[in-house]
């Protein structure tokens, strides 16, 4: 384990989370992974990692999930709060259940896990959060609504947060991705909308990028000096046209 401190990645079970674990494994730090498909992150069989099928909703399981990592390992010094889903759909036909489900995961679950680790992070002076927001999180896209609504909200929080822990000397970040191939797109109900924005990757040839790259992108953010934050990371295809 070394001298490495302990990183907490939520949704670890696929597509970037995934990757940050790969990577941030393979430089040798204790991990918690946490995801609701318990069997994809212990498929990953890391050395230092505890995995804990845990739903970023439910904050008193997930704080106790990074409390008995934190007993292991010492306190989290970076969190990474990538857990989301995006059901994609028309505000005036979309379910609304499919829109709650989306704040519930992408906000309340970035929120409980910040305030999870800020008390400590305070106190430390120290440590690093990642919100993962999208670039539908600063700009609008056809079908996004409740999406854009809650990754707009996870930029707005973090900046509230950033501005909050700052004087603590603690980091809090996001990134802000284009579109990227994992399994996102797949919990989208309407095929009408998968069909068209597959169709719009291949018109445009606009994934190229892998969630790999994104997966290193953080990983450079955090291995920065800690008295270096950058801020906000906007990444996408070079061929994305929007
Ligand atoms: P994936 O669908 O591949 O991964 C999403 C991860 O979130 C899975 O591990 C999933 O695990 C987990 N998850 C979903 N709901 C919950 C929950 N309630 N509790 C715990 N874990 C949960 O998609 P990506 O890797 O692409 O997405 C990761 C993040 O990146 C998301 O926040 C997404 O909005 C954002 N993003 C993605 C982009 C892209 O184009 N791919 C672009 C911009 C942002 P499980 O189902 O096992 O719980």
Redesign the pocket.
Known sequence: MGNKKLVVI??????????MAKEFSESGYPLLL?????E??EALNLPNTICRK?????KKAFENAVREAEEKYGKTDLII??????LLGDIATQDGNEWKRML???VM?VMNGMQIVMDDMRKKESGTIIN??????VQAFGNHGA?CA??FG?TGLTRVARAEMSPYNVRVLS?????????????TTDKNIIDGYNQWKEDVGAVNIT?ND?AKTIKFAYELPQAVSLREIIITDTKQDA
């Open positions: 939520t949704g670890a079970s696929s597509g970037f989370g995934v990757e946490i995801a609701r498909r318990l994809k992150m845990i739903d970023v909703t439910d709060n990538n857990a989301g889903v995006m519930d995961i992408n679950g993962v927001s999208s670039i539908a999180g999406y809650s990754k996870v990134i802000m991705p284009g579109a990227v191939a994992t399994e996102l797109l797949g919990h969630a994104v």
